[in-house]
Every structure is written in C-alpha cells, then in structure tokens.
C-alpha cells in the first residue's frame, strides 16, 4: 500500500429496495478516513419489481444482475461526473443480497463485479461476505470496523443502529477490541411491503400512515416471543424471516404502526445482549428519516437518541462509504470481519479484486 490515501467509490444496494447509494473516501483502510461526495441512484420501478421478483434466489437472475449492474455503473458515473472526481483506485462494489442463510452456507449478492470493472475502467472490490460465511461467520452485519474507524473519541460505550431493510448495530466500549455487533430484527423492509401493498407507495414516508394508526400489542408481544431475540449475538437475518408476522386484519394505518413498533421493540430487546448499556445511540440508515418510529425507538431505549449527522456522519451515504473502505482493507489484507461481527473463529479476510480486463489489441 502507498503511503498516500486511497481514493475510492464504496456502492451499496440496500434491501429496503429503494436504490443505490453510492460514496467516495480517501482511506488507509485503517484509522484514517476522509469523507467525500454521495449520492443516491433511485431504482426505476421496473428495476425495483425485477429485484423484488427474485429475492429469496427464486426465478431468473441472469437479467436482474446486469441490469443491476448496468445500474450501479451509472451511479458511479453520475457521482465522478458531478464532482469532478477522477484518478480512483478502486471500487468497493457490495451488490443487492437476495437471499442470506448463513446456516447453509449462502449469502447471495446480486451484481456482475467483472462486467462493473469493464464498465467504470476500475478495478472493483465484491464478493464481500463469502469468505466470512465459508469461514463460519454470519456473513453480516460487515459495517461495524467501519463503525469503529469513525467513533474515534466518542463517549463509550456506544451503540450505532442501522435501520435499513433489516436493522443491525454496533456496540463499541472503551477498548479497541471491544466491539460485538448482530441484526435486531426487520427494519423497513416489512413496513415498506405493508405501504406497497396498501397504499402503492414503497415506503411509509415520514412516518405518514403509522402515526395515523393503533399499535396492536398483542402482535408485537407474540413477536418478540420468536427464538431469535433470545438467541445471544452475534447473529444475522434475511430480509423476509419475519415476513410471517404481517398484521393480517388490521387496517392500514393500525398495520404501519404495529410493524414501526416491532422494528423499535426488536433493537430495544437487543440492548440486552450488551456487555454494558450504551450511554448514547446513534441511527443510521432509512429508518432514522421517520419520525414515528424514531419517537416509538427514544422511548423504548431510554437513552440519548440522534441521528449519526449529530456527531457529523452521513447516514444516507455511511454504508456505501463502509464498502470504499473495507475494500481498501480487503487490498490491504486487513480482516473485514471479526469473532465479535459475525462470529467468525478468528479475524477473517474477505472480498475479491476483479481488475479492469484488457483490451484486444491494446
């Protein structure tokens, strides 16, 4: 590795299904990180339904993936071409995961890592979370060394939530190697589904339909009694392994509302698995931009409570600069997971470089 910062693009394609964030950082993989631009690359709705179609691993693929790629190949374009960035050292390229079931063996991220290089003209970064799964891992949560690089001098111990499609945080105490991490349960993918279906918006945005509704208590307490939350971390999920408590009969504001209090009751169950309570929390991801479930999250933690732009990070933009960065560290040679993430055995290495293919007759 240079002495001199890598410069590198992280993409991240969410399972809340609403597009593409994509980041530049400057980065040594380790200690130093120097933010940059972002941006988000909505999925146009005939991409969005052909990526809903295939989670879970069902039908064609082929298809998907390149449109998929095709896809984040633009994002990096757009982002390069709006803020005059050039000279990249590589991409980190997470793809779209339809289907995680570590127990198996399997986590599958959607996206062609040797078409996006042939695409952009940089080497790319993928396959992040194989190497972990092969190794015994949960393959997830992978933002949590990312996490760290950024809490510097932050009062510990701190917990970093990220609401996504499935919600995941990172406890951090007072040691360098104090740091566990695990999914909490569903995050927005289970309220996104409800809105679709009962209203035809992806999402329940700003919390509109929720605060409109009843929580039904007796479906959030028949959720918490499910074996997972129990189960001591670390531990991992796949988008749709609680779709099974849909709140049949319910209207569809009572239903927004009652998935909204099962995605705070769920990170506020797991606050029990930590060595020490977090003496602050910072939010992440989609969810934090919903007031109603932010409000239900302040009450069931009863602690300090605020976005992660309160301590100056972007959390529209965190997970695709966590990928620029684990692919340096990926080069580097440097874990990307450890016993504490994922419940690998020992810190693990992990990512595949795929470089730009050489031209015929170059």
Same mark, same amino acid.
């Given at each position: 590795?240079?002495?001199?910062?890598?410069?590198?693009?992280?993409?991240?394609?969410?399972?809340?299904?609403?597009?593409?964030? &994509?980041?530049?950082?400057?980065?040594?993989?380790?200690?130093?990180?120097?933010?940059?631009?972002?941006?988000?690359?909505?999925?146009?709705?005939?991409?969005?339904?052909?990526?809903?179609?295939?989670?879970?691993?069902?039908?064609?693929?082929?298809?998907?993936?390149?449109?998929?790629?095709?896809?984040?190949?633009?994002?990096v374009r757009r982002l390069t071409t709006r803020?005059?960035?050039?000279?990249?050292?590589?991409?980190?390229?997470?793809?779209?995961?339809?289907?995680?079931?570590?127990?198996?063996?399997?986590?599958?991220?959607?996206?062609?890592?040797?078409?996006?290089?042939?695409?952009?003209?940089?080497?790319?970064?993928?396959?992040?979370?194989?190497?972990?799964?092969?190794?015994?891992?949960?393959?997830?949560?992978?933002?949590?060394?990312?996490?760290?690089?950024?809490?510097?001098?932050?009062?510990?111990?701190?917990?970093?939530?990220?609401?996504?499609?499935?919600?995941?945080?990172?406890?951090?105490?007072?040691?360098?190697?104090?740091?566990?991490?695990?999914?909490?349960?569903p995050g927005n993918a289970l309220i996104d589904?409800?809105?679709?279906?009962?209203?035809?918006?992806?999402?329940?945005?700003?919390?509109?339909? &929720?605060?409109?509704?009843?929580?039904?208590?007796?479906?959030?307490?028949?959720?918490?009694?499910?074996?997972?939350?129990?189960?001591?971390?670390?531990?991992?999920?796949?988008?749709?392994?609680?779709?099974?408590?849909?709140?049949?009969?319910?209207?569809?504001?009572?239903?927004?509302?009652?998935?909204?209090?099962?995605?705070?009751?769920?990170?506020?169950?797991? &606050?029990?698995?930590?060595?020490?309570?977090?003496?602050?929390?910072?939010?992440?991801?989609?969810?934090?931009?919903?007031?109603?479930?932010?409000?239900?999250?302040?009450?069931?933690?009863?602690?300090?409570?605020?976005?992660?732009?309160?301590?100056?990070?972007?959390?529209?933009?965190?997970?695709?600069?966590?990928?620029?960065?684990?692919?340096?560290?990926?080069?580097?040679?440097?874990?990307?997971?450890?016993?504490?993430?994922?419940?690998?055995?020992?810190?693990?290495?992990?990512?595949?470089?795929?470089?730009?293919?050489?031209?015929?007759?170059?």
């Amino acid at each position: 590795m240079s002495a001199r910062l890598s410069r590198v693009i992280g993409l991240m394609s969410g399972t809340s299904l609403d597009g593409i964030d &994509a980041a530049f950082i400057e980065t040594d993989g380790e200690s130093k990180v120097v933010s940059g631009p972002s941006l988000t690359l909505p999925y146009e709705r005939g991409l969005r339904d052909q990526l809903r179609a295939v989670l879970g691993g069902q039908g064609e693929t082929a298809g998907v993936e390149r449109a998929l790629t095709e896809a984040h190949a633009e994002a990096v374009r757009r982002l390069t071409t709006r803020h005059g960035i050039d000279e990249l050292d590589l991409i980190g390229f997470h793809g779209h995961t339809i289907l995680h079931r570590p127990q198996e063996g399997r986590s599958w991220q959607l996206g062609d890592a040797a078409l996006l290089a042939e695409l952009v003209g940089v080497a790319v970064i993928g396959d992040f979370r194989s190497a972990d799964v092969a190794a015994g891992g949960e393959g997830a949560p992978f933002v949590p060394l990312y996490h760290a690089a950024l809490a510097g001098d932050l009062e510990r111990p701190l917990a970093i939530v990220n609401i996504g499609g499935v919600a995941n945080l990172t406890w951090i105490g007072a040691g360098v190697e104090e740091i566990i991490a695990f999914d909490t349960g569903p995050g927005n993918a289970l309220i996104d589904d409800w809105a679709l279906a009962h209203t035809g918006s992806p999402a329940d945005i700003d919390g509109a339909l &929720a605060g409109k509704g009843r929580v039904d208590a007796t479906v959030v307490a028949r959720f918490l009694a499910h074996p997972f939350f129990d189960r001591p971390p670390p531990k991992s999920l796949d988008r749709d392994d609680f779709s099974q408590f849909e709140p049949h009969g319910l209207s569809a504001e009572d239903g927004a509302a009652t998935l909204t209090a099962m995605t705070a009751a769920a990170i506020g169950w797991a &606050a029990r698995h930590f060595p020490a309570p977090a003496r602050r929390w910072l939010v992440t991801g989609g969810g934090r931009h919903n007031p109603v479930l932010m409000a239900m999250l302040a009450k069931e933690l009863g602690a300090p409570l605020a976005p992660v732009e309160a301590v100056g990070w972007d959390g529209d933009a965190l997970e695709a600069q966590a990928f620029a960065y684990l692919a340096v560290r990926s080069v580097a040679g440097l874990p990307l997971s450890l016993p504490g993430t994922t419940g690998v055995r020992v810190p693990t290495r992990g990512g595949r470089l795929f470089p730009v293919p050489e031209r015929s007759g170059a």
